[in-house]
């Protein structure tokens, strides 16, 4: 072998730069390609470099994980050894079959070529593609948000987008702030905004979080999220923030922008506690209720699918997807939070070096790292199960609730569909009413389709990741 | 407090664009999200059917309700986009394209 091995990782969040070090450690060449302006992904998000922040650190939680990583990826950049191509946005992922090529003396894993599809430039246009003998997906997840009336109104924002903006932009949404659903990422959410000048009139969790204490075996062997948890409660008490456990929005009001929400308490039976309902002024509304893996580039590349409801990327313990050649870390193999996801990335790209190498990987080397995974998995499967969505949301959608929200597809119209015309699974459903047919292909809308017809959620079997200009398809090599 | 402040930030000379014909001051980095938002426009899109307005939904690129139009050119990823100076931003009415 006279060329290195060659690494392609999508996603330069915490699971791909973990990866990317541990890979380029052993000698492996990566190329890290992401869509965002500088690495971080979600959890480490920056504020863009033109903005001058002297202390980006305000906006940030466990800042040192992020210096070492940031100088280690650093090094190998000026050593040549990755290769960071920012603002790509990968479209889909290629496999080359082993058998096209001419046998090699690697293992299967490295007997694999791969092509990275990217579209670049200011406007999307202009396609890129990277060869690669292996490839880690790393894509991270994005936000669910169950719809409720008026969650169509501008000034209503997804809780992680509300920080995405702010820590990437340093701007706010607005002045007052409620934050409402359910799940840990309402904590750091609420306690951004406020340190960073938004009034937060309410922290609003549908999760009765005595729910914990039923589950505290599991969740005490993790100390570590425990006191972060703490510290975001004792944030949030500083700052004045009162927070409404057991309390849902039941609807967001204004005409072309939210003034308004109004809130309810839960009874005993997780449904709306009569007379329990009050309105609270506010411009916005920074909502969700859990995330979802980008599982696309996986499917395409025909990676088996598992996970509680079938949405998440299957891994085993080295990482690998089902795949030869194809490993994934991080959200997009299951909800986890940052810290999973770097433990997963670091597996992944030990296991990608040795396997790139032709020898078999020696798990001991990377004991820590797979019992901080084992821990981490069971705590989150916890707390999945404690911040479920509240029973009967469904039911609370007025027939003109808009579900999807790129074809405006109405909650009874959805509902139509399941029932007199009898659509049995979300396609059917699609067909039927356009949910799911839009800009976002259903990205947003595909739980609360599932959950308003009784479908399971199963994932999208997009084409594409993202939108692809036909030009861009045109200019592809025949082969 | 605000965000730039909390962070320190000593940001490039600011910019003006215009939003609808107005003129709207930028801070080099930002996203046309970013700045309208810190203009305090939430909304910049209306939708195909029953012309509501929309602005940022998921910051993050996925859910496309952010789309606007940047020096003509339609179907923009406001959230994505980055700001640059004397961009003319229009909001964005249907599909953006004449046919609707
Ligand atoms: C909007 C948002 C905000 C969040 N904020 C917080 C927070 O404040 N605190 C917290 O504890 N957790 C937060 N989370 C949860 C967070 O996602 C995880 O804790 C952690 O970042 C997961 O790491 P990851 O490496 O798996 O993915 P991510 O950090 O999500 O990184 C994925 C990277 O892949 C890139 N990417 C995705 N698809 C493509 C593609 N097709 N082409 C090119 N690049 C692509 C993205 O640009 C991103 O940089 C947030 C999640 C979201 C969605
Ligand atoms: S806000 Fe969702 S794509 Fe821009």
Known sequence: MTERAHLAVVGAGPAGLAAALAAADRGVRVTLVDAAEQAGGQFYRQPARALGARRPEALHHQWRIWERLRDGVDRHITAGRITHLTDHHVWCVDRESAHDKPPSNRDQHSSQSFTVYALCGPAQEEGVAVRADAVLLAPGGYERVLPFPGWTLPGVVTAGGAQAMLKGGLVLPGRTVVVAGTGPLLLPVATGLAAAGARVAALVESADPRALLRRTHTLAAEPGKLAEGAWYAGQLLRRGVRTLARHIVVEAHGTDRLTAVTVAALGKDRRIRPGSARRIPCDTLAVGHGMLPHTDLAETLGCTLSGTDGTAVRVDDEQRTDVPGVWAAGETTGIGGAALALAEGHIAGRSIAARLYGTAPDPRSWAAAARTRTRLRAFFAALDAVYAPPAGWADRLTDDTVVCRCEEVTAGAVRTAAGSLGAGDLRTVKLLTRAGMGWCQGRMCAPAVAGLTGCPLTAGRRPFARPVPLGVLAGLPDD | ?100
Do not use: K, S, Y
């Open chain 2, 1 to 100: 407090m605000n965000p730039l402040e909390l962070t320190r930030a000593r940001p490039g000379e600011a910019f003006t664009v215009t939003f609808d014909g107005r003129p709207v001051t930028a801070l080099p980095g930002q996203t046309v999200a970013a700045a309208l938002w810190a203009a305090g426009v939430p909304a910049w899109r209306t939708t195909r059917g029953t012309g509501r307005p929309r602005g940022v939904f998921c910051g993050i690129g996925v859910c496309f309700d952010c789309l606007v139009t940047v020096n003509d050119r339609t179907n923009q990823r406001a959230c994505l986009v980055p700001v640059r100076p004397g961009d003319e931003i229009r909001t964005q009415e249907g599909t953006g394209r004449d046919d609707d």
